[in-house]
């Protein structure tokens, strides 16, 4: 099983990135392959409303967001991690989420298989993160 993981968070070193490679470090234990992207190094322009996803079923805009989608899509499952900004989420990842076609579909297929409640050991982690 392959996981990815994306960091919607500018900050590679932040708490948003801290809790994911957390994640990231449980699911390496239980043997699950991972790949860990900051949205924040890749180049990645706004979604432009053209609609040629829909017709093509791929992004008429050729940078990394097209690639990301693609690894996306033949992933078991993918894990989205982003700081919130005025009860939103960060710029970055709603950027993913506009120009990302393979995310249509992804939260009822891919994001139920694994499925995994991470609050209390994220909880327990970031505790010491915050208080070093």
């Given at each position: 099983?392959?996981?990815?993981?994306?960091?919607?968070?500018?900050?590679?070193?932040?708490?948003?990135?801290?809790?994911?490679?957390?994640i990231e470090a449980d699911l390496n234990e239980?043997?699950?392959?991972?790949?860990?992207?900051?949205?924040?190094?890749i180049s990645m322009s706004h979604c432009m409303g053209c609609c040629t996803c829909y017709r093509t079923g791929h992004c008429g805009i050729k940078d990394d967001a097209e690639r990301i989608s693609e690894i996306i899509a033949e992933a078991d499952g993918v894990i989205l991690g982003t700081p919130t900004y005025a009860s939103n989420v960060?710029?970055?990842?709603k950027d993913l989420i506009d120009?990302?076609?393979?995310?249509?579909g992804l939260?009822?297929?891919?994001?139920?298989?694994i499925w995994y409640n991470?609050?209390?050991?994220?909880?327990?982690?970031?505790?010491?993160?915050?208080?070093e």
């Open positions: 099983m392959k996981v990815i993981i994306i960091n919607g968070s500018y900050r590679k070193g932040g708490i948003t990135a801290a809790a994911l490679h957390m239980k043997g699950v392959e991972t790949a860990f992207y900051n949205l924040g190094e960060s710029g970055l990842m120009r990302g076609h393979s995310i249509c939260f009822g297929a891919k994001g139920s298989k991470y609050e209390a050991l994220i909880r327990r982690r970031l505790e010491v993160l915050l208080f």
